[in-house]
């Protein structure tokens, strides 16, 4: 029957009812212990001596009515009851039940027999009726506790239902929206949300992705028409029993300052890397009124690796490192003399040892400046050579660094195609062909036809 040993306090006057019940629970339930009085008097004293699990009590005794004990009399109790009677008064029935009583059961010998289960049945409803009091009282502190710290709190806390339904707001609504609790109470949160906003704040709720905390930032109707960013943490309460969603609660602050400061703090990064990059113009500039006979070339090799290094698959923050390389493949060039740079012919194998020094030059002078440092592998590595016949460390292969390896084609590519002082500028297939040859030995291959037919391409 009852899995737990239980006390039974037994209040029956007539010995030969109480010798029906007592053998019922030996032959049912052997794991009740049962303690028989025979009056109120007696039933008084044993219960706080034996803080019985359940009472079955005589309706009529020598010293008065077992409704005595009901909660809701003088003696108040905490203790299922079960009133027998050898009357079926329906009167007597409906006072006992409203009472306080679980059960009211009219004498005979088969209920008598039957009291095991009528106990069992009257503990579990006991039981059953104390789990729900008790959730009741945990639920009250619950929302009790949550309305202390929300009417206290600067944040806007707000409990709303799954359809969007504002159920409860704290006065700080008024502080951050300009609406009183009043106003907000019972409209829906979605028609204060910027329409940008909406429907992915709305999609959240549809997916029902309540099994996790989010927090999200978005745009606020003020009540003075303006817009207010808001960043808001949300969880749901779920029903432990149906695993439904009771309700969600919200927690909201005001980060629109926060918001400007960042607008701000992006407005300043920009102009700053535009002041980097107007710098590095300039001194690409100032390197083409020195060299004239290649200007125009950094230009227009930025562009095409810029335009290449997408193909390959480069980040947009790889790609603003590998623009400003390109800019400043020849600024170590600003370190070779007028005597070798402006030369008209061909350089002896002095002048090329100095002129091969540009590269290490460029890494001199630029690594000092932090920003340039993630920039200084084209102009330090754009003419090391895939067969390890380059400088001015002579890397082989893949040691070169990726972004170096395809600007090197770039560069040729550009200076072959265009017309210098001791020659003139080859026609594209010419410069095709050329490529393809030295391709293993000067070029990365695979590169090699990646840039060629992305030329053809256009």
């Known amino acids: 029957m009852i899995e737990t040993l239980i006390n039974i306090l037994l209040i029956e006057d007539e010995d030969a009812h ?3 019940i007592l053998r019922a629970f030996e032959d049912q339930a052997s794991n009740v212990r049962i303690v028989r009085v025979k009056s109120l008097m007696e039933a008084r004293a044993q219960i706080p001596i034996q803080k019985p699990t359940l009472i079955i009590a005589d309706w009529r005794l020598p010293d008065g009515e077992s409704m005595e004990l009901l909660p809701n009399h003088h003696a108040p109790l905490a203790i299922p009851i079960i009133l027998m009677t050898s009357y079926g008064n329906e009167r007597i029935a409906v006072a006992a039940l409203k009472s306080g009583a679980v059960d009211y059961v009219v004498k005979s010998p088969e209920s008598l027999r039957d009291m095991p289960h009528l106990a069992e049945r009257a503990i579990e409803q006991r039981n059953a009726h104390a789990e729900r009091a008790r959730m009741q009282e945990s639920l009250r502190e619950s929302e009790s506790q949550f309305r ?7 944040d806007m806390i707000a409990r709303l239902a799954v359809n969007g339904k504002i159920l409860y707001v704290s006065p700080a609504c008024k502080t951050i929206l300009g609406y009183t609790p009043e106003e907000m109470s019972e409209g829906i949160c979605f028609d204060l949300m910027h329409k ?3 429907s992915f704040i709305k999609n959240i709720f549809k997916l029902n992705q309540y099994n996790k905390a989010h927090t999200i930032t978005y745009e606020a109707l003020h009540k003075d028409g303006h817009y207010v960013w808001l960043e808001s943490s949300a969880r749901a309460v779920i029903d432990p029993q149906t695993h439904t969603v009771l309700e969600i609660q919200t927690a909201s602050r005001d980060i629109t300052e926060r918001k400007k400061a960042e607008k701000e703090l992006q407005t300043a990064h920009k102009d700053l890397q535009e002041a980097y990059d107007r710098t590095i113009e300039g001194w690409v500039r100032a390197l083409d009124l020195r060299d004239r006979e290649t200007e125009g ?6 562009e095409m690796t810029t335009r290449i290094a997408k193909v390959i698959g480069f980040t947009e923050e790889e790609l603003v490192h590998i623009r400003r390389g390109a800019l400043l493949h020849d600024m170590g060039k600003m370190g070779i003399p007028d005597d070798i740079l402006q030369k008209p012919g061909p350089l002896n194998e002095a002048e090329w040892e100095k002129m091969r020094q540009h590269p290490q030059y460029a890494y001199d002078m630029l690594s000092p400046i932090t920003y340039l440092r993630p920039a200084l592998t084209i102009p330090f590595c754009h003419h090391e050579h895939w067969d390890g016949s380059g400088y001015p460390r002579g890397l082989i292969g893949k040691e070169i660094p990726l972004e170096a390896r395809f600007f090197s084609i770039i560069d040729v590519w550009d200076a072959l195609c265009s017309d210098r002082p001791y020659r003139k500028k080859m026609p594209p297939k010419e410069v095709t062909r050329y490529l393809r ?19 053809e391409a256009q």
């Open 196 to 198: 940008k906003d909406r």
């Open 437 to 455: 040859e030295k391709s293993g030995w000067l070029f990365d291959p695979e590169l090699v036809e990646i840039f060629l037919s992305t030329m």
């Open 18 to 20: 109480a010798e029906l």
């Open 297 to 302: 070339h950094t230009q227009r090799v930025t």
């Open 148 to 154: 202390l710290l929300a009417e206290n709190a600067s």
